[in-house]
């Protein structure tokens, strides 16, 4: 009988691709999204939609009901709103993340896998080593990711609710967002280039992001989900990184200089060789291969989009 899967978040970015993934290797999903950053044109038309909340636990229940995993991806995400909306980053990302797994365990669901984030590093030296870097948070979003993690961990551990977390690092791809909130410095570049305006980069740009396709991200979270591992964290990143002003140069010359702004780290790079060993995963797309691919997909869009 197919596998039944719950993508929470499954209607934003990485979600979406997830589901995508998920539904290509034969699964039967079941996405649920509040759809404050996801979109609805984003959930896959083979897929079950339940627009609900994680906050809302009665809600969670009834998503996790004949479920045979749960892919937790849900999340109020990034830095910057985190600080400007403490309460509701608490709620999405603790709260809401207890919920999904106490639905988990009273459905009895066979697995979770857990999206975290590499902002658990802070301003750690690099590379990033997930079993004995410390953590240094910057901001109240790397904070709640990080209690996401331990409650995940803890229900493994506890009720023997088999899980995993994996902490991306800078995912980027078709669908990332470029403007608003939840923006990503490659997609605000890439919208800010089509539109023929001049790249920001905050401060001298010599902060270093390590970049990972959202096509990785996915084989990742599909190959921690068939394995027989669970209690562990994983880094998903390219193992490779690039400064903000390498960046922009890549993608227009026609730059700006703003300050620096709070919460940013200096340096993300992760070390890649645990995931490797127990998983056999590896990144298949280079930051090359990827750039180019998505500078060619936004001149498509916009040319799509264009009056006739």
Same mark, same amino acid.
């Given at each position: 009988?197919?596998?039944?899967?719950?993508?929470?978040g499954?209607? $934003?970015?990485? +979600?979406?691709?997830?589901?995508?993934?998920?539904?290509?290797?034969?699964?039967?999903v079941?996405?649920m999204d509040?759809?404050?950053?996801?979109?609805?044109d984003?959930?896959?038309?083979?897929?079950?939609?339940?627009?609900?909340?994680?906050?809302?636990?009665n809600a969670?229940?009834?998503?996790?009901? #004949?479920m045979?995993?749960?892919f937790?991806?849900a999340?109020m995400?990034?830095?910057?709103?985190?600080?400007?909306?403490?309460?509701?980053c608490?709620?999405?990302? /603790?709260?809401?993340t207890?919920n999904?797994?106490?639905?988990?365990?009273? @459905?009895?669901? +066979?697995?979770v896998?857990y999206? $975290?984030?590499?902002?658990y590093?802070?301003? =750690?030296?690099?590379?990033?080593?997930e079993y004995e870097?410390?953590?240094q948070?910057?901001?109240?979003?790397?904070l709640?990711?990080?209690? +996401?993690? =331990?409650?995940?961990?803890?229900? &493994?551990n506890i009720f023997?609710?088999p899980?995993?977390?994996?902490?991306y690092?800078?995912?980027?791809?078709?669908?990332?967002?470029?403007? #608003?909130?939840?923006?990503l410095?490659? %997609? /605000?570049?890439l919208?800010?280039?089509l539109?023929?305006?001049?790249?920001?980069?905050?401060g001298?740009g010599?902060?270093?992001?390590?970049?990972i396709?959202?096509?990785?991200?996915?084989r990742?979270?599909i190959?921690a989900?068939?394995?027989?591992?669970h $209690?562990?964290?994983?880094?998903v %990143?390219?193992?490779?990184?690039?400064s903000?002003?390498?960046?922009?140069?890549?993608i227009? @010359?026609?730059?700006v200089?703003?300050?620096?702004?709070?919460?940013?780290?200096?340096i993300?790079?992760a &070390? /890649?060789?645990?995931?490797?060993?127990?998983?056999g995963?590896?990144?298949?797309?280079?930051?090359? &291969? %990827?750039?180019?691919?998505m500078?060619?997909?936004?001149?498509a &869009?916009?040319? =799509?989009?264009a009056?006739?």
């Amino acid at each position: 009988m197919t596998a039944k899967i719950l993508v929470t978040g499954g209607a $934003g970015f990485i +979600g979406s691709h997830l589901v995508e993934g998920l539904l290509a290797k034969g699964y039967t999903v079941r996405v649920m999204d509040n759809l404050a950053s996801g979109r609805k044109d984003w959930v896959h038309p083979e897929s079950e939609f339940i627009e609900a909340d994680i906050c809302d636990a009665n809600a969670c229940l009834r998503a996790a009901e #004949g479920m045979d995993a749960i892919f937790h991806m849900a999340a109020m995400s990034r830095a910057g709103p985190s600080l400007d909306n403490i309460e509701i980053c608490t709620q999405s990302n /603790i709260i809401g993340t207890q919920n999904i797994l106490v639905a988990s365990r009273a @459905k009895k669901v +066979g697995k979770v896998v857990y999206s $975290g984030s590499s902002t658990y590093y802070g301003n =750690q030296p690099a590379p990033h080593f997930e079993y004995e870097t410390p953590s240094q948070f910057l901001n109240f979003y790397a904070l709640t990711k990080y209690m +996401g993690e =331990q409650y995940t961990l803890m229900f &493994d551990n506890i009720f023997r609710l088999p899980a995993v977390v994996l902490r991306y690092f800078n995912v980027y791809g078709p669908r990332q967002p470029q403007e #608003g909130a939840y923006a990503l410095v490659l %997609g /605000i570049f890439l919208k800010r280039w089509l539109e023929n305006k001049p790249l920001v980069i905050h401060g001298e740009g010599r902060q270093r992001r390590d970049f990972i396709h959202v096509r990785d991200v996915v084989r990742a979270n599909i190959m921690a989900l068939e394995s027989d591992v669970h $209690g562990q964290i994983f880094n998903v %990143g390219s193992g490779t990184n690039i400064s903000i002003q390498e960046l922009a140069d890549l993608i227009s @010359k026609n730059q700006v200089h703003q300050q620096r702004r709070p919460g940013d780290a200096e340096i993300t790079l992760a &070390d /890649i060789r645990r995931i490797t060993a127990a998983l056999g995963w590896r990144p298949e797309i280079s930051f090359d &291969d %990827g750039l180019r691919e998505m500078m060619s997909s936004v001149k498509a &869009d916009m040319l =799509q989009l264009a009056p006739l």
